[in-house]
């Protein structure tokens, strides 16, 4: 089974702070790993995905995220933050097309102007 | 492209009563995705289709909760007998034919009184 832990549950930055929201997951094999975004009342948003090739991936809006095997990590970063950047991030892990991805609890991010 | 469109936005029962909850995914994608969010339990997998066909329903209850996609352009949640800790936001998600990529309604919030 894949679990994914995001151990923040709230991040309060203030605007053009740079900022990290950790995720560590725990599966042994080749995973999926994305980032999501939501903001208040709405659905969830794509934000970038790892799946092999070079560890750190672009993301939209300036956000990147970095994969570490041996740290069984992909947290998410951005190096300056916009008050509109203040949401809900979800790490997501899944293991293949026969499984649906597995969701962490999230981190709040604030951002004060 | 009108995104996932989830119907009702909101639905409130009573106990015991019985709820259905409805999800068009984006047109040509083939995976949809339901999950429950609570502010206790965060975003809960319940169930995953793909060309139609159950793939994972190893997040439903075992009781009262089922779900259908009778044809590619929609599928269905059907919870009987509500209860009140059935309250939560259920959201769900179209991806395309090997894309990993998850597309999000902006929910149904259902409230059981």
């Known amino acids: 089974t894949q679990t994914v832990s995001q151990s923040d549950a709230h991040v309060t930055v203030f605007e053009g702070d740079s900022v990290e929201l950790r995720c560590n997951y725990s599966y042994g094999g080749s995973i999926y790993l994305s980032w999501y975004i939501q903001h208040h009342g709405r659905g969830l948003q794509f934000l970038l995905k790892?799946?092999?090739?070079?560890?750190v991936v672009q993301g939209v809006n300036g956000f990147k995220a970095e994969f570490s095997k041996s740290d069984s990590s992909f947290h998410l970063r951005k190096a300056s933050v916009h008050w509109s950047d203040s949401a809900v991030y979800f790490c997501?892990?899944?293991?293949?097309?026969?499984?649906?991805?597995?969701f962490g609890a999230g981190t709040k991010l604030s951002v004060k102007p | 492209n009108a995104g996932v469109i989830q119907t009702p936005r909101h639905k409130v029962t009573g106990k015991g009563q019985e709820a259905t909850l409805w999800c068009e995914p984006i047109?040509?994608?083939?995976?949809v995705f339901w999950y429950r969010q609570t502010i206790v339990q965060g975003l809960e997998f319940l169930t995953y289709f793909r060309n139609q066909a159950p793939i994972d329903d190893s997040g439903m209850p075992k009781e009262r909760f089922s779900a259908q996609m009778p044809n590619q352009s929609h599928s269905t949640l059907k919870i009987q007998s509500t209860q009140p800790q059935d309250s939560a936001v259920y959201l769900c998600?179209?991806?395309?034919?090997?894309?990993?990529?998850?597309?999000f309604g902006s929910g149904t919030r259902l409230t059981v009184l």
């Open positions: 998600a179209s991806s395309s034919p090997g894309g990993e990529t998850l597309y």
């Open positions: 047109s040509g994608h083939s995976a």
């Open positions: 790892y799946y092999s090739g070079n560890p």
């Open positions: 997501a892990v899944r293991r293949n097309n026969n499984n649906a991805p597995r």
